[in-house]
């Protein structure tokens, strides 16, 4: 299963401990929207080639 996790900020301590929870064992990948312009083609691409996306916020 490959997970998808989408940030809206930089993720705290408490979060990236549950990121590692959630994605042990899994393939993952990440993208981040709190940059100056985020390519939300690479985004949409990412989301349909991921089997579950999470947002962080």
Not at 10 to 25: G, H, M, N, Q
Not at 29 to 54: C, G, R, S, W
């Amino acid at each position: 299963m490959k997970i998808l996790n989408v940030y809206r900020s930089e993720p705290d301590d408490t979060t990236k401990k549950l990121i590692e929870i959630v994605t042990r064992d899994r393939e993952s990948d990440e993208f981040y929207l709190n940059v100056e312009k985020p390519d939300y083609d690479q985004l949409v691409d990412k989301i349909f080639a991921a089997d579950q996306t999470i947002s962080w916020w």
